[in-house]
Each structure stands twice: as structure tokens, then as C-alpha cells.
């Protein structure tokens, strides 16, 4: 995936892009247990990643306590990238997607990140 950014001239997204696909993929292999499957797209400004999987349940923000060894992928996706969301596909399950800027990342997305207690590299 990295390779194809760097391709398209998106090499500042390729931390972001491939901490989300990791998150999201995760959550369909370890909640959905169906295949899944991954989908770039590229409009005007925006790159829009999809994680398609066979389950209809969706995916929410939660805040997990401090001894809780997970639930944090989706508060991950929600700080590093510009929007996230759920669009069902009826008996076919769903895609969970998320969108990334094109430019360079504004200094609020390290506001984000630090409310969960992370920071930029």
C-alpha cells in the first residue's frame, strides 16, 4: 500500500493511511470474522479508504477504560484521519471508511492525538 501512495504522490499519508487499514482490518478479522476486503479511492482532495466486510453490526466510539486492552482502534481513526463513517450494504454487510486530506496535515490532528494520550512522530 505504501508503495501505491508514494505512486500517487501521497507519501505523507502513507503512516496514517496504513495505521488505519491496520485498525479497521483488525476489527473486521477479530469482529466480523468474514473476508474483508480494501479499497483506495482518490477525489480531487481527498484519498477514502474502505474496509468491506460481510457483517452488518457498525463499529462505534467508545472509551475504554485504562485497564482495558482494547478498544481504541476506532478512537485511533477517529484522530488521525479527517472523517470516518459506516455505510451499510444490506445482506452484503458494510464499509467502514475514512478520509484523509491530500495536503499536509493541519496542527489539530496532533490536538487529537494528544487527547488520547499519543503523539505525532
Known amino acids: 500500500m505504501s508503495t501505491l501512495l508514494v505512486a500517487h ?51 462505534s466510539l467508545v472509551t475504554p477504560g485504562p485497564e482495558d486492552e482494547g478498544g481504541r482502534g476506532v478512537s485511533i481513526v477517529d484522530a488521525v484521519s479527517r472523517e470516518w463513517g459506516v455505510t451499510p450494504r444490506g445482506t452484503a454487510g458494510k464499509s467502514v471508511w475514512a478520509e484523509f486530506d491530500t495536503e499536509a496535515p493541519a496542527a489539530a490532528d496532533n490536538e487529537h492525538l494528544s487527547a488520547l494520550g499519543m503523539k505525532a512522530l
Open 9 to 59: 504522490d501521497l507519501s505523507s499519508l502513507v503512516d496514517d493511511v496504513q495505521l488505519v487499514v491496520s485498525e479497521l482490518a483488525t476489527n473486521a478479522m477479530r469482529h466480523a470474522r468474514t473476508p474483508y476486503s480494501v479499497v483506495l479511492r482518490r477525489f480531487d482532495e481527498t484519498l477514502r479508504l474502505e474496509v468491506l466486510d460481510g457483517w452488518c453490526a457498525e463499529p
